[in-house]
């Protein structure tokens, strides 16, 4: 037995208590933020393990309000395209909110739904298939340009949900190169990028961070790149000081 096994199983068991004491503080954040979405009074909507993580969307939402963000591109339709479509009728938001997915039976699902919250006119979708191209696997070019390139948007929120990665790890990568290379983002904005949990996702935010030469917090479970001189806008979080810096990756 070496002398210093002792230490090593101390040090794990330290490791595990810190692991478990932010687990279930990631578990009181989403409580928390599940209490204050459902004053937005959206009805039931069912919620799996692809649906944003409640903290997640309390953030988006208060950026929206907050920092007045008004031209909102969502990367992945979903519960949030509810929420977000509902919180813009709800406080009179001149906002425009469009939507952006692979699966056209997902996103018929979702209109069906904001049809009963009448939120339906306040949502744009486009349905585009995943192939490689200019940006790596990712959603057709041709599609998205005509779908994003057709206006003069300037988005000033963008939201990254998809592709999933389950079907190519790369598949998030292109949406930042195809934005700035088209000049579709606005002079000040906020992007969240979902699943930085996972090392993919982790690196993706980094290089993006890189690109744009912009602020970036990580949240662990997502992350935000800031340009401009907004409100801080995160929800209050018990968990916080586990939360950034990585800080999951280091215990």
């Known amino acids: 037995m070496n002398v210093l096994d002792p230490f090593r199983k101390l040090i794990n068991m330290l490791r595990d208590s810190k692991k478990n004491q932010f687990l279930e503080l990631l578990k009181l954040d989403d409580s928390i933020a599940s209490i204050e979405l459902s004053k ?9 393990s692809y649906s ?32 977000l479509a509902k919180v813009i009728k709800d406080n009179n938001l001149d906002s425009t909110l469009l939507s ?6 997902w996103q018929q699902v979702i209109k069906e739904n904001l049809k009963k919250i009448e939120c339906e006119h306040l949502v744009t979708f486009k349905t ?8 790596g696997y990712w959603y057709d070019d041709k599609i998205v340009s005509e779908f994003l390139c057709r206006k003069n948007y300037q988005f000033d929120l963008v939201l990254v949900d998809a592709p999933s990665t389950t079907v190519d790890k790369t598949a998030r990568d292109g949406a930042i190169p195809f934005l700035t290379n088209n000049n579709l983002l606005s002079e000040e904005y906020v992007i969240f990028l979902d699943d930085t949990f996972r090392e993919k996702e982790y690196k993706i935010s980094l290089s993006w961070q ?19 001189d907004g409100f801080i806008t995160q929800p209050f979080f018990q968990g916080h000081k586990y939360r950034v810096n990585e800080y999951y990756k280091r215990i």
């Not at 890189?210 to 401009?228: H, P």
């Open 52 to 83: 944003l993580s409640p903290t997640t969307l309390l953030h988006v939402i208060n950026e929206i309000i907050i920092n007045d963000r008004s031209q909102i591109l969502e990367i992945g339709s979903g519960i949030s395209t509810l929420y």
């Open 100 to 105: 952006l997915d692979e699966d056209e039976k």
């Open 128 to 135: 585009a298939s995943l192939k490689e191209g200019n940006y």
């Open 40 to 48: 937005i009074n959206l009805g039931f909507f069912p919620k799996s």
């Open 210 to 228: 890189e690109r744009l030469q912009c602020k970036l917090f990580n949240y662990t479970v997502y992350s935000i790149l800031v340009k401009g």
